[in-house]
């Protein structure tokens, strides 16, 4: 019988003495996270907005193919009771592609594809520095913030007031030389 030790860093003499880690393919990293728990604000604020627009453009894409026919004669699609088409299909698969590239370009998922894999570091590292130069933005307090904010409407205010003042003056005087 083979005996099966599971390996444990921390005791000497396990076999092997460091961490099981899956290396994926030809030792690269596969579905791995780049520089993890970096930049996780600006990860998700980007994650969010472009699944949003992935839903926006999978929708769009539905409702241009909408008239194309069934599948599968009248098949429905459960829950959402709606038929089965070439439109719908390419929805789904646009969706799936979608998410897939902001997996790679916004979340880090390292493909083992190393084009991919670079331009996806690429970004991660841009968002993981502006998140970083966020952090050194000297933000202003509340008091500041509330007079600053009055200072914008009532300069709002007044300019819009003698806009009004001034177009109200050369409307008279056009109308008064009768060119209104």
Same mark, same amino acid.
Not at 39 to 45: F, I, M, P
Not at 74 to 87: A, C, E, K, Q, Y
């Given at each position: 019988?083979?005996?099966?030790?599971?390996?444990?860093?921390?005791?000497? %003499?396990?076999?092997?003495?460091?961490?099981?880690?899956?290396?994926?393919?030809?030792?690269?990293?596969?579905?791995?996270?780049?520089?993890?728990?970096?930049?996780?604000?600006?990860?998700?604020?980007? %994650?969010? /907005?472009?699944?949003?627009?992935?839903?926006? /453009?999978?929708?769009?894409?539905?409702?241009?193919?909408?008239?194309?026919?069934n599948i599968a004669g009248?098949?429905?699609?459960?829950?959402?009771?709606?038929?089965?088409?070439?439109?719908l299909i390419g929805a789904?698969?646009?969706?799936?592609?979608?998410?897939?590239?902001?997996?790679?370009?916004?979340?880090?998922?390292?493909?083992?594809?190393?084009?991919?894999?670079?331009?996806?570091?690429?970004?991660?590292?841009?968002?993981?520095?502006?998140?970083?130069?966020?952090?050194?933005?000297?933000?202003?307090?509340?008091?500041?913030?509330?007079?600053?904010? /009055?200072?914008?409407?009532?300069?709002?205010?007044?300019?819009?007031?003698?806009?009004?003042?001034?177009?109200?003056?050369?409307?008279?005087?056009?109308?008064?030389?009768?060119?209104?």
């Open positions: 019988m083979v005996e099966h030790r599971t390996p444990n860093p921390a005791v000497v %003499g396990s076999s092997p003495s460091r961490p099981a880690i899956f290396n994926g393919v030809f030792g690269m990293s596969f579905l791995g996270i780049h520089r993890k728990g970096q930049g996780a604000h600006s990860r998700v604020v980007v %994650g969010i /907005a472009l699944g949003i627009l992935a839903i926006f /453009a999978s929708v769009s894409l539905y409702n241009v193919l909408i008239d194309l026919p009248s098949t429905r699609v459960p829950l959402v009771g709606i038929g089965l088409t070439w439109g789904f698969v646009l969706f799936i592609l979608l998410s897939f590239f902001i997996g790679i370009f916004v979340a880090g998922v390292e493909t083992g594809i190393r084009p991919l894999d670079n331009s996806g570091k690429k970004t991660i590292g841009f968002l993981i520095d502006t998140q970083g130069e966020l952090q050194k933005v000297s933000w202003p307090t509340r008091y500041e913030l509330v007079g600053s904010t /009055a200072v914008v409407i009532v300069s709002v205010i007044v300019i819009g007031i003698f806009i009004l003042g001034v177009d109200w003056c050369v409307s008279t005087i056009m109308e008064y030389i009768g060119v209104l």
